[in-house]
């Protein structure tokens, strides 16, 4: 079981002879063989270019979306999806502008399209927020097949809700890239928790109890 998460050593990030803990996964080589195979297909070899460009070009220079806006135009990139939650609208209609005016056709779908109601994926009354009455759900299978269906190149993911995010990106055609990851209590910034977990946050890391509190 690799726990990169714990190594002190890294000796993954240079060429010297390092010895590696028990723990590494560089002394198994069958994963590490099949991802270096996988570079030499055109499109990941193409994507993993593009990112070295655009992580050094911008090193310290260009925000996020500033180097997805970049990304996407020295890619050749030209309609680009925007799959956005509800309750980020307004910052979607913002990076949508942004990317417009860095010569992108974006094609934006927001979770609720659709109206599919909650129960048609067997969610239950006590999962819903208002019970017996209609709730629409996050689409995100949805917002993924509208976006393959309008030929998108390439998608980036605004706020979509931890699990949702995660059929988007099972069922998106195009390569996806994250802008921000939905937080609704640190305002879309999940890194504050880990940041703060020696202060203020070090409860958050205690084991919850059975009603997740």
Known sequence: MSICAHCEVRACSSDEEITAPSSCPMRQDRWLDKAKKAYEEEGNRRLAQLAAHIEKTGYRRWTRLEEIGRFC??????????????????????????????????????CK??????????????????????????NSIGQAELLNEEETEF?????????????????????????????????????????????????????????GD
């Not at 109206?115 to 996050?138: H, L, N, Q, T, Y």
Request: a negative charge.
């Open 73 to 110: 135009g020295k890619a050749g990139y030209q309609r680009v999806g925007l799959a956005f939650c509800s309750g980020l609208r307004r910052e979607a209609r913002i990076v949508a502008r942004f990317l417009a005016k860095m010569d992108l056709n974006v094609v934006s779908v927001m």
């Open 113 to 138: 399209a659709g109206s599919v109601d909650k129960r048609c994926a067997g969610i239950s009354e006590e999962d819903i927020m208002r019970p017996d009455e209609f709730e629409a759900m996050c």
């Open 155 to 211: 998608n980036i993911v605004l706020g979509l809700c931890v699990g949702h995010d995660s059929l988007f990106l099972k069922y998106s055609e195009a390569p996806c890239t994250v802008l921000a990851a939905k937080d609704r209590v640190l305002g879309h910034n999940p890194l504050a928790a880990v940041y703060l977990s020696e202060s203020y946050y070090r409860p958050l890391h205690e084991a919850p109890g059975e009603d």
